[in-house]
């Protein structure tokens, strides 16, 4: 069995300021670890992916993610916040092998305030 | 359109009475999904289909719940005799059948059961 903790339903930032977000994962076998941002009325869209390779992935809008395993986390960056970073951000996880059945964290909620 | 879609949008439905929620899919998508959102909870798996088999069924909740894709494109997930705990987003998701690849979300189905 596998499972996602986000730790923080809401977090606040000014912008410009560093973003964190945090997601510490369990799983019997090497996992796949994703996260997915939803902003308001839209899909979910991927943000970026770890499957193998290297720890150290980039993704879209200039976020990126360190899988530690060590840690088991996952835990999402992005330097510098904007104004329209502000939306929901879910950590994911699958198995190693398929990323089809995905195991959702609950979620992040991210406010960049002025 | 280029993206999924799903209707309705919004569909409320009293306590007992079966509902029909449609999942069109990204052209040329094989696998498509079915995941549950409830309120302040990441997505949670239903089915996967592979072409026009359900290739992974384990998360539907009970027998009430059944869906279908009976030429490997639409979709559309069944429940019957709803009730009021069947309240959610509905989300389905398709992508290109590598094991890898990304999951393109829709924006959902919100179904309130009265």
């Known amino acids: 069995a596998q499972s996602v903790t986000q730790l923080g339903s809401h977090v606040s930032v000014s912008e410009g300021a560093l973003v964190l977000l945090r997601c510490n994962y369990s799983?019997?076998?090497?996992?796949?670890l994703f996260w997915y941002v939803q902003y308001p009325n839209q899909g979910l869209q991927l943000l970026l992916k770890?499957?193998?390779?290297?720890?150290l992935v980039k993704g879209i809008n200039g976020f990126e993610a360190e899988f530690k395993k060590s840690e088991t986390s996952f835990h999402l960056t992005k330097p510098s916040a904007h104004m329209s970073d502000a939306a929901e951000y879910f950590c994911?996880?699958?198995?190693?092998?398929?990323?089809?059945?995905?195991?959702f964290g609950s979620g992040t909620q991210l406010t960049v305030l002025p | 359109g280029a993206g999924v879609s799903q209707t309705p949008s919004n569909k409320v439905t009293e306590k007992g009475k079966y509902v029909e929620l449609r999942c069109d899919p990204i052209?040329?998508?094989?696998?498509l999904y079915w995941y549950r959102q409830s309120l302040g909870q990441g997505p949670e798996f239903l089915i996967y289909?592979?072409?026009?088999?359900?290739?992974?069924d384990s998360g539907l909740p009970n027998d009430r719940f059944f869906a279908v894709r009976p030429e490997g494109s639409v979709s559309t997930l069944k429940i019957q005799r709803t009730e009021r705990g069947d309240s959610a987003v509905y989300l389905c998701?398709?992508?290109?059948?590598?094991?890898?690849?990304?999951?393109?979300f829709g924006e959902g189905s919100r179904l309130t059961v009265l």
């Open positions: 052209s040329g998508h094989t696998a």
């Open positions: 289909f592979q072409g026009t088999g359900a290739a992974d």
């Open positions: 799983s019997s076998v090497p996992p796949y």
């Open positions: 770890y499957t193998t390779g290297a720890t």
């Open positions: 994911a996880v699958s198995n190693s092998g398929s990323a089809r059945q995905l195991t």
């Open positions: 998701a398709s992508s290109a059948g590598h094991p890898t690849g990304e999951l393109f």
